[in-house]
């Protein structure tokens, strides 16, 4: 029932821009916290960005804060990822993930094992 389709990834220069995309099916953005991960093999798992989509309350992991907007619109019940000036670090697999919002604010960021609905992934690929 429930799914999260994540869009948006491709190849960009270095200093380029890439806007993703999370859609939500089987739920509503009201009450759930959605956020974007990243992963590249061998290393953890990490927070990008989150949003509560009751209140639209943002969270940032500081190496994005400044170049990544994380955004929604309830009418269209999706969420968004405006990515500005990538730099060589932030290649990677990125997911939209969903849960219900507990209240944890910017601690969401370091709980990904809390989330519940995890989408399958976009490639974000960083290229000169």
């Known amino acids: 029932q429930v799914q999260l389709v994540e869009s948006g990834g491709g190849l960009v220069q270095p200093g380029g821009s890439l806007k993703l995309s999370c859609a939500p099916s089987?739920?509503?953005?009201?009450?759930?916290?959605i956020g974007w991960f990243r992963q590249v093999p061998g290393k953890e798992r990490e927070g990008v960005s989150c949003i509560s989509g009751s209140d639209g309350s943002t969270y940032y992991e500081d190496s994005v804060k400044g170049r990544f907007t994380i955004s929604k619109d309830n009418a269209k019940n999706t969420v968004y990822l405006q990515m500005n000036n990538l730099k060589p670090e932030d290649p990677a697999r990125y997911y939209c993930?969903?849960?219900?919002?507990?209240?944890?604010?910017?601690?969401?960021?370091?709980?990904?094992?809390?989330?519940?609905?995890w989408g399958n992934g976009t490639m974000v690929t960083v290229s000169s």
């Open positions: 089987g739920f509503t953005l009201d009450y759930h916290i």
């Open positions: 993930a969903a849960e219900f919002d507990t209240g944890w604010g910017s601690s969401w960021l370091t709980r990904w094992r809390s989330m519940e609905y």
